[in-house]
Structures are given as structure tokens and as C-alpha cells.
Nanobody
Framework: QVQLVESGGGLVQAGGSQRLSCAAS????????MGWFRQAPGKERDFVAA??????????YYADSVKGRFTISRDNAKNTVYLQMNSLKPEDTAVYYC?????????????????WGQGTQVTVSS
């Protein structure tokens, strides 16, 4: 059983930057593919970014809406995955969730993730 705890959310002005962290415990972190999702009020949970488990070729997936602005990374020594968010826009406002899976090598689909954090609120003011 993997536990995930997000941190780093808060209020930021449009154009600013913020880094989210997700600390994992209870499993072999390097063996999990990790993803970030977000959910705005009244909307479905959307994919943001994903990174595969360690080992082999590293590649990244991003939603079109964040490509070029957000960067996902992982530090297996710290059991942590990060989401660096730059050039933030008001439409980035949402609760951000990290998720982990070993069911697939990597995925952009929320249904493929087995473990979820509690979420952290990111609010971008205009």
C-alpha cells in the first residue's frame, strides 16, 4: 500500500511559478509510474503530466494545455515526484493530485492509477 502526500500549493499571481511535491511511502517508489492530475470546481479530473517508473528509457507525457510550461520530475532517493509549474494562468486553478501505479508502465488515464494523494489547492489570481 502506497501513501501519497502532496504539498506546495497555494495562491500565486498569473505569470508566476510554483512547485508541487508528492512524497510517497509504503512501497518501492522507483517501481511506480507517477502522474499528476487536477480538478477544477464543477469539472472532471484531468490529466496533467506523467513519468514512468525508473529503469529503461525515461520519457514524459504532458497535457497540451501545460506543455512547455510544466515539468514533471522524480527523485527516487527522496521518494518524491515534483511538478514545476511556470507561466501560470488563472485557468490552472484547481486541486492538484498525484497518483501512482504499477499496473501499466505509464498512463494519462486516471483509471489506470491505483493510489492517490489527498490533493493540494493551487489558485492563480489574475
Amino acid at each position: 500500500q502506497v501513501q501519497l502526500v502532496e504539498s506546495g500549493g497555494g495562491l500565486v499571481q498569473a505569470g508566476g511559478s510554483q512547485r508541487l511535491s508528492c512524497a510517497a511511502s509504503g512501497g518501492t517508489f522507483s517501481s511506480y509510474a507517477m502522474g499528476w492530475f487536477r480538478q477544477a470546481p464543477g469539472k472532471e479530473r484531468d490529466f496533467v503530466a506523467a513519468i514512468p517508473s525508473s529503469g529503461g528509457r525515461i520519457y514524459y507525457y504532458y497535457a497540451d494545455s501545460v506543455k512547455g510550461r510544466f515539468t514533471i520530475s522524480r527523485d527516487n532517493a527522496k521518494n518524491t515526484v515534483y511538478l514545476q509549474m511556470n507561466s501560470l494562468k488563472p485557468e490552472d486553478t484547481a486541486v492538484y493530485y498525484c497518483a501512482a501505479t504499477r499496473s501499466v508502465p505509464v498512463s494519462t488515464l486516471s483509471r489506470n492509477y491505483d493510489y492517490w494523494g489527498q490533493g493540494t489547492q493551487v489558485t492563480v489570481s489574475s
